[in-house]
Nanobody, 123 residues
Framework: VQLQASGGGLVQAGGSLRLSCAAS????????IGWFRQAPEKQRAYVAH????????YYADSVKGRFTISRDNAKNTVYLQMNSLKPEDTAVYYC?????????????????WGKGTLVTVSS
């Protein structure tokens, strides 16, 4: 599966953005989809992930209550709605896919990655 993240940009603190992760290839609905982010000079960090059906969603504590992940399997797309953005949310955001979700917060467990999209939150 090939992934492409989009929707990043510059936003003021307190604002919102919606990221999209569009997938091509077979069996999109068979994959868990996750979002990670990497701030300058920091390691890639887990943000959220969603189950194959969309019925289960998981979030890092740092974004819980502010970010919402969703998917539309008919459109082969996963979304990350980001509200109440903070300057510390500034990072390149990546989407990733894998067939299972064990140890989901570890980036190297994810098999497929898209190019990232930059989110910049100004104070």
């Amino acid at each position: 599966v090939q992934l492409q993240a989009s929707g990043g940009g510059l936003v003021q603190a307190g604002g919102s953005l919606r990221l999209s992760c569009a997938a091509s290839g077979r069996s999109f609905s068979a994959y868990y989809i996750g979002w990670f982010r990497q701030a300058p000079e920091k390691q890639r960090a887990y943000v959220a992930h969603i189950s194959t059906s969309g019925g289960s969603k998981y979030y890092a504590d740092s974004v819980k209550g502010r970010f919402t992940i969703s998917r539309d399997n008919a459109k082969n797309t996963v979304y990350l709605q980001m509200n109440s953005l903070k300057p510390e949310d500034t990072a390149v955001y990546y989407c990733a896919a894998r067939a299972s979700a064990t140890s989901y917060s570890v980036s190297y467990n994810w098999d497929y990655w898209g190019k990232g999209t930059l989110v910049t939150v100004s104070s």
